[in-house]
């Protein structure tokens, strides 16, 4: 997956790999002119443009990134809210639960403790996840794809 982002704040998408993209841009297709299509998703055109002028391509019309490279800052976010679900759901649960019989107390303990290693786990995935969006958010701008960037018509954002 492939985003372009142009002046105007139009964030688009593009399935196809970044090489095939380039390969077709040397041979005199400009990426433009690819499949682009509204996206859809509703990734911001500030988070695409955060990441795109960190990691980007120079598109002419605007800036390209990888996919790859949004998720990574998309990706906490998302471990976030599966996490709200769960908590959710474990309490509405918890809620209508039964009190064990004493033959099934031992099982109910194990399952507990396993619930509970696996949030440890979500909660670890989560911190990694953040350490990895802000290492990509703290990184300094390209002065190449800034260029670039107000060559199309963009501004470069404040702050």
């Known amino acids: 997956m492939l985003y372009l982002i142009t002046p105007d704040g139009i964030v688009s998408t593009l399935d196809a790999q970044l090489g095939e993209v380039l390969v077709d841009a040397q041979r005199g297709r400009p990426i433009i002119d690819q499949a ?25 019309v605007g800036l390209m990134v990888h996919g790859g490279f949004v998720d990574q800052v998309l990706e906490s976010e998302r471990l976030r809210a599966a996490e709200r679900n769960h908590q959710r759901v474990a309490a509405q649960l918890e809620s209508v639960a039964v ?61």
């Open 36 to 60: 682009w299509e509204a996206d859809t998703a509703g990734v911001s055109p500030e988070t695409v443009l955060t990441v795109a002028l960190r990691k980007g391509i120079d598109a002419e």
């Open 99 to 159: 009190t064990p019989q004493d033959e099934y107390r031992d099982w109910y303990r194990r399952q507990r403790a396993i619930t509970e290693e696996a949030r440890q786990s979500a909660v670890e995935r989560m911190r990694k996840a953040e350490e990895t969006a802000q290492e990509l958010l703290d990184a300094p701008v390209d002065g190449r794809l800034a260029r670039a960037w107000e060559r199309a018509g963009g501004l470069l954002p404040t702050g």
